[in-house]
């Protein structure tokens, strides 16, 4: 069965090379990572699909945020951004007019960005990086954090606006799945993105 994350399984397949990735294949003689371990060259492969994820969300995000974008554009992003994450996931919400943080289930947090009353709106992501390197979990996932900065900017044509600067850090989940490609049987670590905290936020 064909994942329906594809385009990010050929990126890591490709990075990696289907003989490293098929659990068919050996070679005799030369060690091999154990399943639950992630090699050097398989490490470097997923923080680069993790970070691919990333910055695909942030395309998104700037779609779904744009008042030019039609609606069934935007309604087609959000399936797409959503297929990014792991199930249950929230994305926070803050303002400089307030010091809590609200948070939201990753839906919801699109459709609030979609209905946002200006009638300009710019959204951009910077300085993406990770923060804390991947650590195995008990249950053989790894872990780690990848933080970003968001600018944003709504403006009204009745000169209303806002704008601030916002540090996120982004859950990076990563855990070992199937799937057939060419009637082969690949292995690979797929790369999901979590919950995504509000840390500071600045004029």
């Not at 797409?80 to 199930?87: G, K, N």
């Not at 780690?144 to 806002?162: A, C, I, P, W």
């Not at 690979?188 to 919950?195: A, I, P, R, S, T």
């Amino acid at each position: 069965m064909i994942t329906r994350n594809l385009k990010y399984v050929f990126l890591l397949a490709l990075s990696l090379g289907f003989i490293q990735l098929s659990a068919q294949t050996k070679t005799v003689g030369t060690p091999t990572a154990a399943p639950s371990e992630i090699s050097p060259a398989r490490k470097q492969a997923i923080d680069s699909l993790a970070m691919e994820k990333v910055r695909d969300l942030s395309k998104y995000i700037s779609i779904i945020g744009n008042k030019k974008t039609p609606y069934s554009e935007s309604t087609r992003v959000m399936d797409r951004t959503e297929e990014l994450f792991t199930p249950g996931s929230e994305m926070g919400v803050s303002s400089l007019k307030r010091k809590e943080v609200n948070y939201y289930k990753v839906r919801k947090y699109l459709e609030r960005l979609m209905a946002l009353n200006y009638d300009r709106v710019t959204i951009e992501w910077y300085d993406i990086h990770y923060i804390s390197d991947l650590e195995r979990q008990p249950d053989g996932r790894y872990v780690g954090v990848v933080t970003v900065y968001q600018r944003f900017e709504g403006v009204s044509d009745d000169g209303m606006k806002y704008k601030d600067t916002t540090k996120k850090d982004i859950t990076i989940y990563v855990e070992r799945k199937k799937t057939q490609i060419a009637g082969r049987t690949v292995e690979f670590w797929d790369v999901l993105l979590g919950d995504i905290r509000v840390t500071e936020t600045n004029a």
